[in-house]
């Protein structure tokens, strides 16, 4: 494994910024609830539009647009940080392989080739760490995962052992061969005296590859690593069948009709699996820096299904357990960024509205939460009056979609 390897990681930076969670929603002003549904024709939405995204925006089932919903529903069965090691519970970087560039990303450059040979369909990638990820740290534990999936069992298995091959064959000289506990028909190997081994594994179209890095070599420690993060990623795709291309085409845009719920001023309905994307409560952890405690605030809340919809001042929508559940994330959610006061709109019921603290860096400036039933949504705006208009449209498409 040459050493560079340890550098090679460029991931695209854990996203969906809205979803930075707080314990609490300490300095927020709630609105009241009312008694009784109000009536949502009353409510100032300004310009904006409470017809469901379905009757603004017709999908198309190409197979682009497949591809990305494809990618979605792997990040939904990605492995976590903590399921590999129980030190690992920051996101690093996480995002799509959708092209041979992508998959130069998070496999050595040397292999952009075999991917692109072997026809990847798409794929997914994403790190970890024992550190907050906010600047290198020598110290750090990483550990990449990259899932991809190929178009049959024999491709995949192909593509695993020319990885491999491609990658040993950069230092034939100092590279060795690592058996992985548990997966047999695993190809790994390392450098002796560099503190990181990669391994490789097919399993029926998937190709899972799997890079640890430590900050002092121990072949056992690395060993352990990489053997969990195959058991835990082998345990989930198990559970996930591959995807023809003819089944790309034909997935679901919108079954659980979240994005019909969720307020998108533009219709920008074109699949992206970061600005208009559906996932469970896994696939957003792979999008979250703090993984460990969000998963943790998800679970008590029960979230089991969220979107962020709209390519400006984007919308996220939430569905927990119950309304119970929906109120208390809608505190939560607010988040560390958005700490200070901000006005709510009286007329909406429940809303809970923040002001971000002016050195909390990029993003909008105020935040609504917006609760109705099960579901819990956020929007944003620099000015509190078109604040106050989305809350309300957004309350208005919830209340007509219910």
């Known amino acids: 494994m040459k050493a560079s390897m340890r550098h090679r990681l460029r991931l695209i930076p854990a996203v969906l910024g809205v979803l930075a969670l707080a314990a609490t929603g300490c300095g927020t002003r709630s609105g009241q609830p009312t008694a009784a549904e109000i009536d949502v024709r009353t409510l100032d939405v300004g310009s904006y539009s409470t017809a469901p995204l379905e009757f603004r925006y017709d999908y198309k089932h190409t197979l682009l647009d497949g591809t990305r919903l494809a990618v979605m529903r792997l990040a939904d069965n990605m492995v976590l940080g903590a399921e590999i090691d129980a030190t690992l519970h920051y996101l690093r970087g996480s995002g799509p392989i959708l092209s041979t560039t992508d998959a130069k990303k998070v496999l050595a450059d040397v292999n ?81 005296g560099i503190p990181t081994l990669g391994a490789t ?30 058991d835990n990623q082998r345990r989930l795709l198990a559970a996930l069948p591959p995807l023809t291309r003819e089944d790309i085409l034909r997935l679901e845009y919108d079954p659980d009709r979240m994005f019909s719920r969720t307020l998108n001023p533009g219709a920008d309905g074109a699949p992206s699996p970061f600005t208009q994307a559906r996932y469970n409560s896994r696939g957003a952890l792979a999008h979250v820096t703090e993984q460990y405690d969000r998963r943790k605030v998800f679970e008590a809340a029960g979230v089991d299904r969220l979107v962020t919809s709209g390519s400006t001042g984007a919308t996220l929508l939430f569905r927990t357990r119950d309304p119970a559940a929906a109120l208390d994330l809608a505190g939560a959610v607010l988040g560390q960024k958005y700490t200070g006061t901000a006005d709510t709109p009286e007329a909406v019921p429940n809303v809970r509205c923040g002001s971000k603290a002016t050195d909390a860096g990029p993003g909008l400036r105020y935040r609504c939460m917006v609760p109705y039933g099960r579901y819990v949504a956020a929007v944003e705006s620099d000015q509190v009056i078109d604040l106050h208009q989305r809350a309300a449209a957004q309350y208005a498409i919830l209340a007509n979609s219910y």
């Not at 990638?125 to 990259?146: F, G, H, I, M, Q």
């Not at 594994?201 to 195959?230: C, D, H, W």
């Open 112 to 192: 952009g080739e075999v991917v692109e040979r072997n026809r990847m369909l798409f794929g997914w990638a994403l790190t970890v760490t024992d550190r907050e990820p906010d600047r290198e740290d020598p110290e750090a534990t990483k550990v990449t995962v990259s899932v991809m999936q190929f178009p049959d069992g024999a491709t995949a298995e192909r593509t695993a052992r020319e990885l491999e091959q491609t990658d040993f064959a950069v230092a034939p000289d100092l590279n060795q061969n690592v058996s992985i506990p548990n997966t047999p028909d695993a190809h790994a190997h390392w450098r002796p």
């Open 201 to 230: 594994v097919a399993q029926g179209s998937y190709v899972i590859n799997v890079l640890a890095e430590i900050p002092k070599p121990s072949l056992p420690q690395l060993t352990n690593l990489v053997r969990m993060a195959f």
